[in-house]
């Protein structure tokens, strides 16, 4: 539970830091300021040696020469970030300091990418496979995961989900008992504004193709706390979420809501919502972490109807 509740804090944590050598670095590579970036980690590091903050600083200078379509310099940052995260696990778990998982994940997120974009996607497949087996018991299973399922998932078998404990009154089916049925799953968190907006499409969506087969399921699970963050029991929390199911999500028709940690690790989802559409003989057609809108939904489903 405390890996879960800090891969959903890591981002908040990093916000509420005080000024830092990773706000410094993070603002210069959002300016393309990749030199000064550069200059300003290696200052830090001859002064002071690695630290989770300096970890945090160069795995922003990473992501801003992915986005920058830098792919060689991506990496080479990317496993920098790596090695000295690994010197730093030496002395310290993985997620008793917050800015290490944040600092590894986007590292590997990193190199992966672009592995991908310099077409050796085999070897990003490798290496994420090989990253989500060593980091398994962390937070950061979730997020290489996803990584993991945007390069593979579509066009294999949906991955079984656990629906021993859900929320509402009907027990959800086994993936496997709606073959015959293209089936959307909605994954959604409590505290996440983005699926209260997702709603409406899904919604219309189930409204509008629900009679010609469509299942929508909702997974979700417990995340350590309520409203305001909270700290709660698993049992409050439950019902906590329960609250929000019936205020927000009983409109989406049939729904069933399946409450498990383990189905939003399976599938990556360390985004809300995550959206999968899996056709009629129980293969993943689309994996799409984010929001859509309705209309790019409907044109997604109709082929598998």
């Known amino acids: 539970m405390r890996a879960i509740r800090a891969t959903v804090g890591l981002i908040l944590f990093s916000a509420a830091l005080p000024a ?8 210069l590579a959002a300016q393309q300021q990749f030199q000064a970036a550069e200059s300003r980690v290696d200052r830090e590091f001859k002064a002071h040696g690695t630290s989770p903050d300096l970890v945090l600083a160069e795995s922003w200078l990473a992501r801003g020469y992915l986005a920058s379509r830098r792919y060689e310099d991506a990496s080479r940052m990317a496993q920098r970030t790596d090695n000295e995260c690994r010197a730093q696990l030496k002395t310290r778990a993985m997620d008793a300091e917050p800015r290490l998982p944040l600092a590894l994940g986007a590292a590997l997120e990193a190199a992966a990418q672009a ?5 050796e996607r085999d070897q990003a497949v490798r290496l994420l496979q090989a990253e989500v087996t060593r980091y398994r018991d962390t937070s950061i299973r979730t997020r290489l995961q996803k990584n993991l399922n945007l390069l593979t998932l579509e066009g294999k078998p949906a991955p079984a989900l656990d629906g021993s404990h859900f929320l509402g009154p009907r027990k959800p089916l086994a993936l496997a008992a709606l073959r015959g049925h293209p089936v959307l799953l909605f994954f959604w968190a409590h505290w996440c504004s983005d699926c209260k907006s997702e709603i409406a499409s899904v919604a219309k969506l189930a409204a509008v193709y629900g009679p010609r087969g469509l299942v929508v399921v909702g997974p979700t699970q417990h995340y350590g706390y309520v409203a305001g963050g909270m700290d709660a029991p698993e049992a409050e929390e439950t019902q906590y979420i329960e609250r929000v199911r019936q205020r927000y999500y009983a ?6 809501v399946p409450l498990s940690e383990e189905n939003l ?3 990556g989802v360390s985004t809300t919502p995550t959206l999968v559409l899996i056709d009629k003989l129980g293969v993943v057609r689309l994996y799409h972490p984010g929001v859509l809108s309705y209309e790019d939904l409907a044109a997604r489903l109709q082929p598998l109807l």
Request: charged share 25%; glycine share 18%; net charge positive.
């Open 265 to 267: 690790r399976v599938y």
């Open 251 to 256: 409109g989406i028709g049939g729904m069933t």
């Open 20 to 27: 830092s050598v990773a706000d410094e670095v993070r603002a």
């Open 115 to 119: 592995m991908t974009a310099r077409g």
